[in-house]
């Protein structure tokens, strides 16, 4: 109880430090905009910005109570009883965080159940800090189910979700284009400005690409790291045109209506799965391509060497 209620302070602090911080640094952004004429902020994007994060912040609140019963529950059954070392605590916990958020965000990129959730975050064509709030609107309804290994080797519940609290903070500070470059050992270790503008790109090499929040080790483990390149400039955004950039609900919605229409298709359900749960772009036809598939046919990728992969004729839109 008094641990839970230390943590819930803990939290109270952070969103204190937190909020002058925001502010401060997103003033700062939008007067060096203006001054140099950079057109980074515009009033509808930031105020779409605004709208989302507060959406997704009121589902949060009103379920909060449900995925907390869930982590505890799992947390009573945890693997590990105690952690008699706090410093390797935390530092774990970041750790184990970290990597869940690595696994959760590269599931919202390579499914398009979850992509279309996650691509109001991608949906601007502006980045600047107030794009870090903007958030994907309905994950809060299963973010919590990658915490669930993290509650049962026996991280409490309320520690997990302060943690996520901390590295969001991060997350935010990087959403700026500003800052071109971090030292080479700060850019090898951790997520840099430079990284996330790659992630927020619609340029094809970049699309789908670092997915970390701190650490972008886990990119470079996995294979889906890339640089920022000085030859190809960063066009943000997503790759297809919206006719309603600023609508409160279909900018929400949107990949859920192409959605439905893929699955209403006269095809075997075994097909209409695949464009449930394959990666955003896939098609039964070669109609329309992954970011993967676009890649390979430009030669930037490679076709991988196994006995499954796809027909080059399946790679033209």
């Known amino acids: 109880m008094f641990h839970g209620l230390q943590i819930n302070f803990n939290e109270q602090i952070l969103l204190l430090i937190s909020t002058p911080l925001y502010a401060l640094v997103i003033a700062f952004e939008i007067i060096m905009s203006h001054l140099r004429a950079k057109g980074y902020y515009s009033i509808r994007e930031t105020i779409t910005n605004i709208w989302f994060t507060v959406s997704n912040a009121a589902i949060d609140l009103i379920i909060r109570g449900i995925y907390l019963l869930v982590l505890v529950w799992f947390y009573k059954h945890r693997l590990i009883d105690t952690w008699t070392m706090p410093v390797l605590y935390w ?18 990129h390579y499914c398009r159940l979850f992509w279309a959730v996650h691509v109001t975050h991608h949906s601007s064509e502006e980045f600047n800090l107030t794009t870090g709030f903007r958030s994907s609107v309905l994950q809060p309804v299963y973010r919590f189910l990658y915490f669930i290994p993290i509650a049962l080797l026996g991280f409490q519940p309320i520690d997990i979700l302060f943690m996520f609290s901390l590295t969001q903070v991060y997350g935010v500070l990087v959403h700026t284009q500003y800052i ?4 080479a050992w700060f850019e090898t270790v951790f997520v840099s400005p430079a990284h996330h503008r790659v992630h927020h790109a619609s340029n ?3 699309l789908d690409k670092n997915m970390g929040m701190v650490l972008i080790i886990w ?5 889906t790291f890339q640089e920022e390149l000085k030859e190809e400039p960063v066009k943000f955004g997503i790759t297809k045109e919206l006719e309603f950039r600023n609508h409160p609900v279909k900018m929400i919605t949107h990949e859920f209506s192409d959605l439905a229409k893929d699955l209403k298709k006269d095809l075997p359900w075994s097909i209409r799965l695949k464009y449930l749960l394959m990666a955003p772009g896939w098609s039964h036809d070669g109609s329309t391509q992954t970011a993967k598939e676009l890649r390979i046919q430009m030669g930037i990728e490679k076709l991988p060497s196994n006995n499954f992969d796809a027909p080059t004729d399946m790679l033209v839109r």
Not at 180 to 183: D, G, R
Request: no cysteine.
């Open 219 to 223: 990119d470079r483990i996995f294979g």
């Open 91 to 108: 530092f774990l916990l970041f750790i184990l965080e970290d990597l869940a958020f690595y696994v959760e965000h590269s599931v919202d």
């Open 204 to 206: 094809i090499i970049y």
């Open 180 to 183: 071109k470059k971090m030292p």
